[in-house]
């Protein structure tokens, strides 16, 4: 399992269900709305770029706010199929779509007045590398808006998850989809963006730790999962069967309220002193 296989399976299947309605309103999707309609635009704010923006949710989202605006948008993507999804959605001309990934990204030196990123910066095959790309492209009193997974996100849901996996691949092969995501606590990716930016003296680091139980019924889970969770089953031949395993030990854990999910994620967010 490698990253060809991660951006061919975001690419072909999941750039459909990523549009669906319950991905876009329920979980992470709820929880990318809340954390971009946090996000503050200054009158300095003239070039923003979104990394990892799949079918361009985000720009849905900004752009509507920041109507009046004469910004330039850049959402930058390695899933052909994503990117194709999100050309043909916005319409916006202050929007343009490149093809690149978080430790190459196709943009100049010091150009980017804004960096946002909702749910990829785990995803990535290094994520110094990516910091060290994001230090690259910002102009020195740029500023960064990230969320991504903390590392117990999902801890007891996804117990349910690999006790199926493991009917279905070996130890090894559940291991190596283990590793596809970057799991780092607030304090490792602290230690990160040290490395990178001067904390002590040119730019303010703020990580906050959010946390919260969802409830839904199985098809509401399932359905996001499916949706950002293909790369993961990659290596199982009979993915029907899979769902179907997992839907049935899913309802054994609901509850009045529902089959709950343990959500963690990071809200990172830099800024120039």
């Not at 709305?33 to 070039?47: M, R, S």
């Not at 109507?67 to 929007?95: S, T």
């Not at 995501?181 to 602290?190: Q, V």
Request: proline share 1%; net charge positive; charged share 30%.
């Amino acid at each position: 399992m490698d990253k060809r296989i991660i951006i061919e399976n975001y690419s072909v299947q999941n750039s459909i269900t990523y549009e669906n309605d319950t991905n876009k309103n329920f979980l992470y999707g709820q929880a990318t709305k809340e954390f971009v309609k946090k996000i503050k635009l200054n009158n300095k704010d003239n070039v923003i770029a979104d990394i990892g923006c799949g079918t361009g949710f985000v720009f849905e989202l900004i752009t509507k706010k920041y109507q009046k605006n004469n910004i330039n948008f850049y959402g930058i993507d390695p899933a052909k199929g994503m990117l194709k999804i999100a050309k043909e959605k916005i319409k916006d001309k202050r929007v343009k779509f490149i093809d690149g990934t978080f430790e190459k990204i196709n943009l100049k030196n010091n150009t980017i007045d804004k960096v946002i990123s909702t749910l990829a910066l785990h995803w990535v095959t290094s994520i110094d590398k990516s910091i060290k790309e994001l230090k690259r492209i910002l102009k020195n009193n740029g500023s960064i808006d990230i969320l991504m997974i903390e590392k117990n996100d999902g801890k007891n849901f996804k117990k349910i998850v690999f006790k199926v996996m493991k009917k279905f691949l070996t130890n090894k092969q559940i291991f190596n989809a283990a590793k596809l995501i970057n799991r780092i606590t607030k304090n490792e990716i602290k230690k990160k963006f040290e490395k990178y930016f001067n904390l002590e003296s040119n730019y303010k680091l703020s990580i906050k730790i959010k946390k919260k139980i969802i409830y839904g019924n199985c098809d509401d889970h399932l359905k996001w999962w499916s949706a950002r969770s293909q790369q993961v089953i990659s290596e199982i031949k009979n993915k029907k069967l899979f769902i179907n395993n997992l839907r049935n030990e899913l309802n054994k854990f609901k509850t009045k309220k529902g089959i709950p999910f343990d959500l963690s994620l990071l809200e990172i967010r830099l800024t120039k002193k």
